[in-house]
Every structure is written in structure tokens, then in C-alpha cells.
């Protein structure tokens, strides 16, 4: 097949890399001009995922019609908070009928949108049904150097999502299809805020104990979120879900999860961002989630101090003071 790929950053590379690893003509968009003239050179992302080769039928440009006309299958992956622009430029060569993969994680800041509901937005209605959402626990290194790895791949269009499950599963990559769409969306958004909770507990050094209690009901905050906005709960218990949310809240790979820990540490987040080339979905995600969940009635308590220590300058150790002493509950309340 002819596949674009819109995003090159460590996400769309590590994806560019498996699909033309496939046999496929793999087409990447990339932001930067300087980078995919030393991509198709040197066949490597020097910028965002270095050290790892990429083969000659995965060709970078920063030309949108070129990355997108004629092609088969088009990957989306840039960050959230562009993926509006980058895919109004991506949509007036889009062809009619091809599967159209999304793989970007996060909740648009002002219109509050999951990525599903921008995408149809951007795009014109024809190009709806052929839409689908692929998420769960890969960082892209693991992805990009064979490690096994499994995925969800959500759509409202069983076909569809059975076609593109066939063309990214692998010997070391394992799709699995699922038509929850929000519940897949909510899970890859919300475990990024949850991630950064989670590093600072560890930047902190509060224990192991901590650790496994902000997962736990990081977990049960999320799932209240997609239930609300009709995600099935069983979903959050998946790849999308708990897969996700553990993956990026334990492992060491993760940018959410080491913002975090810097803030425990005593970071201050510009500090942070400072010294980051990539994006930590997280950070403007808990704005999102703040607003969110005020506007709709969720109480969202470890996304909220999440929000506040980011947004408000909270010191993390009040954070975990003001999360303990909380009024006393019942564990299972609120969303069954
Ligand atoms: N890296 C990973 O392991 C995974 C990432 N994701 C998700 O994939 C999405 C993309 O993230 P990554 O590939 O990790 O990005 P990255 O953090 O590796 O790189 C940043 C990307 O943003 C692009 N960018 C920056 N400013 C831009 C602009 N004004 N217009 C267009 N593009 C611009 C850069 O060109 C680059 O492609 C995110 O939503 C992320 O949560 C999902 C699963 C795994
Ligand atoms: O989404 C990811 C893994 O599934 C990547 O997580 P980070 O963005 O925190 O690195």
C-alpha cells in the first residue's frame, strides 16, 4: 500500500517505521524543513527518535500534498494542540474511502473536543465513516525497536477497524479492535495527567504504596469521566485503559511521567518545558480535564491537583495533603 503518515515526531516515526517495515510505500509529513531532508539522507530522526534506522521505502517531506494525495491509508499523529491546523492543511488532499488512523492522544483546550470529534470537525463528513483511533501501552522506542507490543484500534466501522487491525498487525505488534471510541479516546488522554501524579509521587519518594493508590484511583477518576461521556467501563479496564495508564505511570520512557517526577522534585513546569523538544500531552490535558469536568459535573480529584501544581504553582507535597484529606468514602461509588 501507499500510506502517508502526518507527524513526524517519536510517535509517527516509530508508526512510519512498522508500516514500511510491512513492505508498504511509507510517505512521512514532517513539521520542521531542515528535518526530513537529513531523515531521507540519513534515514534516521535525528530530532525525535534517535539511533534508530529507518528503511529506504519510508520517505519524509514537508510537503502536505505530497504526503497525502494518492495514498491508500493516511496515519495522523500529530500533537493535540495542532492537529487541528495540521489536519485542515492535510484534508483538501485527502483522498475518498481510505482508512484514516488516528494516533494522537489528548483533549483540545479551548472547544474541550476529544480527537475524534476534531477530526470530524476538520474533516468533511464523507470522510467520517472511514475513521479510526489507535491507542494503548507502545512507546514508540519499544515500537520502533520490535518490542512486543499491543494496541487497541477503536472505530464506529467494525469493517474498517477489522482492514486496519490486518495492516499494523505484526509478529511483535498485536492490534486489537474495539467500536468504543470515547472510552479508547479517554483512556490514552486522561492516563497522561495520571502519569504526571504518578512521577511526582515518585520525585517525591512517598513510597510504592502511594504509587499504586494514585494508579488505582487514577483509574476510577477516569473511568467516572468516560462513563459520563458514554465510554463503557470494561474499556478502561483495557489496553486503552489500565494498559496505558500503568505503561505510562511506571515506566521510565515515559515524558509525562518524568515531568512529573521534576515536579516533585521541585521543578518549576517552565523550568521543565525549558529543557523538553517533546511534547508531554499531560500538561495541557489537565487544563482540559479541569474545565471539562466542571463543566459537566465529574469529580476528577488527582486531575484537578494535577491542574493546579501546573497551572497554579501548587506545591506538589500540599497536592498529596489536600488528595488524603479528602472526605472519607466508599471505594466503588460514582460511576457504577
Ligand atoms: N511518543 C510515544 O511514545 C507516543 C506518543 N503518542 C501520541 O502521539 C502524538 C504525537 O506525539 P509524538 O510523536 O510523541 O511527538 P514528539 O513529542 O516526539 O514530537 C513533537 C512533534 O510535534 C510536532 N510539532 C511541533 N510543533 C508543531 C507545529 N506547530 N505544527 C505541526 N507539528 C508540530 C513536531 O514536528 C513533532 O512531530 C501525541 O498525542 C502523543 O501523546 C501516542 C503513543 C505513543
Ligand atoms: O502514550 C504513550 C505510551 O503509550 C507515551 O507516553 P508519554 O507521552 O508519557 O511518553
Given at each position: 500500500m501507499k500510506i502517508g503518515v502526518i507527524g513526524g515526531g517519536s510517535w509517527g516515526t516509530a508508526l512510519a517505521r512498522l508500516l514500511a517495515d510491512q513492505g508498504h510505500q511509507v510517505m512521512m509529513w514532517v513539521h520542521e524543513p531542515t528535518l526530513s531532508a537529513s531523515i531521507n539522507e540519513t534515514h534516521q530522526n535525528a530530532v525525535y527518535l534517535e539511533g534508530i534506522d529507518l528503511p529506504e521505502n519510508l520517505r519524509a517531506t514537508n510537503d502536505m500534498e505530497?504526503?497525502?494525495s494518492g495514498k491508500e491509508m493516511i496515519v495522523s499523529v500529530p500533537p493535540s494542540h495542532v492537529l487541528r491546523e495540521v489536519m485542515t492543511q492535510a484534508a483538501p488532499f485527502l483522498p475518498d474511502g481510505i482508512p484514516i488512523v488516528s494516533a494522537t492522544k489528548g483533549i483540545e483546550n479551548d472547544s474541550l473536543m476529544l480527537v475524534s470529534e476534531i477530526l470530524e470537525d476538520v474533516l468533511a463528513p464523507r470522510f467520517h465513516p472511514f475513521l479510526c483511533y489507535l491507542s494503548g501501552p507502545s512507546f514508540a522506542r519499544e515500537v520502533a525497536t520490535c518490542k512486543p507490543t499491543a494496541v487497541t484500534i477503536a472505530s464506529y466501522n467494525h469493517r474498517l477497524a477489522v482492514k486496519v487491525q490486518q495492516v499494523f498487525s505484526t509478529t511483535y505488534f498485536r492490534a486489537y479492535t474495539s467500536n468504543d471510541v470515547v472510552g479508547v479516546e479517554i483512556g490514552g488522554a486522561l492516563k497522561n495527567v495520571i502519569a504526571i501524579a504518578s512521577g511526582a509521587v515518585s520525585g517525591m519518594e512517598l513510597g510504592l504504596n502511594a504509587s499504586a493508590g494514585m494508579i488505582t484511583r487514577g483509574l476510577n477518576e477516569i473511568?467516572?469521566?468516560?462513563?459520563?461521556?458514554?465510554?463503557?467501563?470494561?474499556?478502561?479496564?483495557?489496553?486503552?485503559?489500565?494498559?496505558?495508564?500503568?505503561?505510562?505511570?511506571?515506566?521510565?520512557?515515559?515524558?509525562?511521567?518524568?515531568?512529573?517526577?521534576?515536579?516533585?522534585?521541585?521543578?518549576?513546569?517552565?523550568?521543565?518545558?525549558?529543557?523538553?523538544?517533546?511534547?508531554?500531552?499531560?500538561?495541557?490535558?489537565?487544563?482540559?480535564v479541569h474545565n471539562l469536568a466542571a463543566k459537566i459535573g465529574v469529580e476528577m480529584p488527582i486531575s484537578e491537583q494535577v491542574y493546579q501544581v501546573i497551572y497554579e504553582g501548587k506545591d506538589t507535597r500540599q497536592a498529596v495533603s489536600d488528595l488524603m484529606s479528602r472526605p472519607l468514602k466508599a471505594e466503588l461509588g460514582g460511576w457504577m
Open positions: 505530497e504526503a497525502v473511568t467516572r469521566l468516560g462513563v459520563r461521556m458514554g465510554a463503557n467501563p470494561l474499556t478502561l479496564t483495557g489496553l486503552a485503559g489500565m494498559g496505558d495508564l500503568v505503561l505510562t505511570c511506571t515506566g521510565g520512557l515515559s515524558r509525562n511521567r518524568t515531568v512529573g517526577f521534576k515536579l516533585g522534585q521541585g521543578m518549576t513546569i517552565d523550568a521543565i518545558l525549558s529543557e523538553m523538544n517533546m511534547v508531554a500531552e499531560g500538561i495541557k490535558t489537565s487544563r482540559s
